[in-house]
Every structure is written in C-alpha cells, then in structure tokens.
C-alpha cells in the first residue's frame, strides 16, 4: 500500500541489525512524521557519514579520519595495544572506559570452515606495530569462542619474537560470549584480571 520508495526505505532498515519488519516499519512511519526533525537530519547525517568514512591505516577503526581519533589522542597509553576481532569489540571496550592504550582490529578471526586464514586478517600489521618499538604489551581481546581462542594462540605465537608482553582477557568473559553484548562491568573486570598467554 506504501510507495515503493517508502517500501525500499523500510526494506532497507529491516536489514539492520535488532530491526525486523515491525520495526522498520515503525521506524519509518516516526521519520515521516517527524520529517524536519527527524528524516532531514538523519538523511544529512548520514551523506556526511558516507562521504568522510574511512578506516583507520593505524588500527583498523572506522572514523571519519585516517588516523582515527583514538590513534591520534595524545593522552593515549601508546605502550599498550589491545587486539580485537572487530570494529564492535572496539567500540564495546572503549565504551567501557576501563582501557586507556591504543587497539589493533584484526578484521575478524581465524576459521577454517569460513575458510578465514591468517593472511586475511591485519596480523602482519600487528606484528610490525609490536616489533616498531615503543610497545611493552599486546593484550588479546578475542571473543571467547573456539575460532577467538584460536586466533588468540595464533597471536600469541607470532608475537613470540617481538619481545613484548602478551595477555589476554580474563575469563569473566562467559565461553560463547562476544565482547559487542557484554556489559561495561563485566568487560573492566575483564581487562582488570587480563593474564599472560
């Protein structure tokens, strides 16, 4: 019954992440309610989102500036890198406030059935950053999963040679958990009891 453009529009939102059809479609009928205060800014947010975006050279981030805004901030522990698999863990550990040092994304994790291999992801820019001095740890922020554990000891023994210390999350983490749906408490916890590999 709706245009086909509203229909696209709702199609489109239903693919998010946490929207179904129902909230799509609520989703859109608010826009259009609400258009100069709502649809107007948000279609301007996100033109100005899809023209700047970028990802960070340094650690992966996505930001609207190369480097990130977390690579640049000088106030930044720049002797500690913590390694996740994506953007979301990311995000979900610096939300957190508990970690003041810089990240590494690796872009996803080790599995042969996804046929993901260690060449795929950013593990040689990890290793370059650990070896380029300056880095005394590398704590290992991977999802308790079997493929984030995996990749966990894979890390682990590349960065074998570089000199620096490597760590991982302590096991508050619940087996199965992803870092993107753990709570701030949990996750400072988790990165106060990190151990050595």
Not at 36 to 64: S, Y
Not at 134 to 161: F, K, P, S
Request: aromatic share 2%; with cysteine.
């Amino acid at each position: 019954m709706a245009s086909p453009e509203i229909d696209q529009l709702t199609s489109l939102l239903a693919k998010l992440p946490g929207l179904g059809p129902r909230s799509a479609r609520r989703a859109v009928l608010h826009l259009l309610k609400k258009r100069e205060t709502a649809l107007n800014p948000l279609i301007g947010a996100l033109q100005t989102l899809a023209d700047r975006l970028t990802t960070c050279t340094t650690c992966g981030n996505v930001d609207t500036r190369d480097p990130c805004g977390i690579c640049a901030d000088p106030r930044r522990d720049r002797t500690v890198i913590c390694v996740v698999e994506e953007v979301s863990d990311l995000w979900a550990l610096d939300r957190a406030g508990s970690f003041g040092g810089l990240y590494h994304v690796l872009g996803g994790r080790l599995s042969a059935l996804d046929g993901v291999r260690p060449e795929d992801l950013g593990i040689d820019r990890l290793v370059a950053r650990a070896r380029d001095g300056g880095v005394t740890e590398v704590i290992l922020a991977m999802n308790a999963t079997l493929e984030g554990q995996t990749t966990a000891h894979y890390l682990a023994d590349r960065l074998e040679g570089t000199g620096v210390r490597v760590t991982q999350l302590a096991h508050g983490v619940p087996v199965g958990g992803e870092l993107d749906y753990l709570d701030d408490g949990t996750l400072a916890q988790a990165l106060k009891a990190r151990s050595p590999v």
